[in-house]
């Protein structure tokens, strides 16, 4: 049996210099990292038997994902963003918080800096097709006390599935806003309801979905960040009832608790009070915050995002 190359000094000499482990200076912590990370790449390319044209055709698949600007889609599509939340959830549970609405990963389409108003919002200009959405609830702390002040930032896709600031046909912070709640606690938008949408189906995160056998299919759904002082950001997603995906997310963002009931108001008398002229969609969706802590890790997290 071929001895296993891992295993020989020379190797292990080797994963020693790229990482510079044992020698002064540097940042300790990051070496310790590249050190398990370079390994870990090895020992796979030694398991695997991987071939230098794989390993090359590996290099540039990667080289294509950062050039489509696909990290933010890849990430999701690998479950490690999904993997980062659950650590968060496990590190709150050590930390004995419990309970409150549960987070779901951010995605790569927010953006800074939408359109702030007091209590209630419209998120479309009426140039969007597609069934009219009412959005309510309350923001409250795990007693249920309203809190008031906290921003609810709110962004969706349109029915064709695409984000203003990346979907160039939409005009600027559509289907994005930031609302804060009355002294109640309550927030209410007027939006339309968003659809689905999948991977750019050229791109490199489908071509590795391909390969996979997954599809990148995301059901619809609605982001939000909430944001009170003295509480712990929430980011988290509803999803729409119903949509073939719901429990088949490419992204792995489906959960529990996310995915309030969809009431169809299809009389007359509502559809005059609304000043509409066709059945909409109302969902009711409270949001529930935990107090900041110490003792749980921070959960503002500071990542790139694509200017507004
Ligand atoms: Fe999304």
Redesign the pocket.
């Given at each position: 049996m071929t001895e296993s190359l891992m295993e020989t000094k020379p190797v292990k000499d080797l994963l020693m210099k790229v990482s510079a482990l044992g020698a002064d200076g540097g940042d300790v912590r990051l070496k310790r990292i590249v050190h398990r990370v370079v390994s870990d790449l090895f020992r796979t390319i030694e398991e695997f038997d991987v071939q230098p044209d794989e390993f090359w055709s590996a290099m540039a698949y990667l080289t294509r994902v950062g050039q489509a600007n696909e990290i933010g889609l890849l990430v999701p599509g690998l479950g490690l963003e999904t993997f980062l939340d659950m650590r968060l959830d496990q590190a709150e549970q050590q930390a004995g918080l419990e309970g409150g609405t549960p987070r779901t990963i951010e995605?790569p389409?927010w953006l800074e800096g939408a359109p702030l108003s007091v209590g209630e919002a419209r998120l479309d200009d009426g140039s969007e097709q597609g069934e009219v959405l009412f959005m309510q609830g309350q923001v409250r702390d795990l007693n249920g006390k309203p809190v008031a002040g906290a921003v609810v930032d709110v962004w969706h896709?349109n029915t064709k599935g695409g984000y203003s600031g990346f979907d160039p046909s939409q005009p600027k912070y559509n289907l994005r806003r930031r609302i804060q709640t009355d002294a109640e606690g309550r927030y209410v938008f007027r939006s339309i309801l968003p659809s689905g949408y999948a991977c750019p189906p050229d791109g490199p995160t489908q071509q590795l979905l391909d390969v996979l056998g997954r599809h990148g299919h995301?059901p619809a759904?609605i982001?939000f960040f909430v944001v009170a002082p003295g509480y712990r950001k929430l980011t988290t997603q509803i999803n729409i009832d119903g949509d073939e995906y719901l429990h088949d997310d490419f992204a792995f963002a489906t959960r529990d608790g996310l995915i309030p009931s969809v009431k169809r108001v299809s009389d007359a008398a509502s559809i005059h009070e609304k000043g509409l002229n066709a059945p909409y969609a109302e969902i009711d969706f409270d949001f529930v915050l935990h107090a900041e802590t110490a003792a749980a890790p921070k959960t503002v997290v500071e990542r790139a995002h694509a200017p507004a």
């Open positions: 995605g389409l896709a995301r759904h982001h």
